[in-house]
């Protein structure tokens, strides 16, 4: 099993500096690596509602050209009749929040690496320990059955089970494709660092489209956890106009309402099994690991073929 040994010396060449920190103790860091367990773009959906309701500046990024494949992955362009005209490089930035309260934290995001994560994860634990962070929280998402009139559910991970005291698992002891931010988590602890996750579970049937209500809630959980305060009144409005949206076409489709009440029964049922929506007796998760399991198989899937 590989891991990085203490005395061995990560290599931080991917890591190019724009501007210097803010000299802040105890700093938290977020992270929001798209493209891969983002079901309903809430992990990117809450990214860009940080940065656009925080004061921020872009401290550093990720050599991308060491990590991306190009041709699996095909950057847009956009071609103006005789020219081209822009292109939308992939990117992985360190970014410097300023929340409503005043509090300085930090934010990773951008797509996830196809290439280099040994080296990506080596470099992002050296500037863990640099930059004097007490605890990092990622953010995730993947399909799950529930319905979406029911409070998005959430699966919480730590390295420090003290974080996550009073939250048990949705599901039980299973094999999952990595992800990087997971591998970053994994190095954090391996290394004595707190570290932590959030994984809102989109209702299944909405995991190819917008899902701001997911959103929402994965700032909620960072924002419970950490002390951050970061305004959510946008995001609150478009995740009620998106679900009265969403509730007026199924309305119009019986075949759609019976789909949507079958869930809500087997969901109501599991809550109350546990006792709550993120606390209680653990239930049986044998039909709830297949739904995940086979999501994150075919999510496996699909990027072997674009390989």
């Not at 509602?49 to 550093?60: D, F, G, Q, S």
């Not at 699996?72 to 409503?100: G, K, N």
């Not at 579970?201 to 959980?221: C, D, K």
């Not at 087997?266 to 653990?282: H, I, K, M, P, Y």
Request: glycine share 8%; with cysteine.
């Amino acid at each position: 099993m590989w891991r990085r040994e203490p005395e061995e010396t990560p290599d931080d060449s991917l890591l190019e500096w724009f501007e210097e920190p803010s000299d802040v103790e105890n700093r938290i860091l977020v992270v929001g690596i798209s493209g891969f367990l983002d079901a309903g773009g809430a992990v990117k959906m809450a990214v860009n509602h940080i940065l656009e309701h925080t004061e921020n500046r872009v401290l550093a990024g990720l050599d991308i050209d060491l990590l991306y494949n190009y041709r699996a992955r095909r950057p847009r362009m956009s071609y103006m009749s005789d020219h081209f005209e822009e292109i939308d490089l992939p990117e992985i930035s360190l970014v410097e929040c300023i929340d409503e309260n005043g509090t300085a934290f930090l934010l990773l995001h951008g797509e996830e690496p196809d290439h280099g994560w040994v080296t990506a994860v080596d470099t992002l634990v050296e500037m863990v320990e640099d930059l004097d962070v007490s605890l990092v929280i990622t953010m995730q998402a993947v399909p799950f059955p529930a319905p979406h009139t029911r409070p998005v559910a959430v699966t919480a991970h730590a390295t420090d089970l003290s974080l996550i005291a009073g939250r048990l698992p949705w599901v039980g002891n299973m094999e999952v494709p990595g992800s990087m931010a997971g591998f970053f988590e994994l190095q954090l602890g391996r290394d004595g660092h707190k570290a932590m996750g959030f994984v809102a579970h989109v209702p299944q049937y909405l995991a190819n489209m917008p899902h701001p209500r997911s959103a929402l809630t994965l700032i909620g959980e960072v924002s419970g956890t950490s002390g951050l305060v970061i305004p959510t009144d946008a995001l609150r409005e478009l995740s009620d106009k998106a679900d009265n949206e969403l509730n007026e076409q199924i309305s119009e489709n019986e075949e759609n309402q019976s789909v949507v009440v079958g869930l809500e029964e087997s969901f109501d049922e599991l809550v109350a099994q546990r006792g709550g929506l993120n606390e209680g007796a653990a239930p049986n998760g044998d039909d709830i690991a297949a739904q995940v399991e086979k999501f994150l198989a075919e999510m496996d899937a699909r990027g072997k073929e674009n390989e």
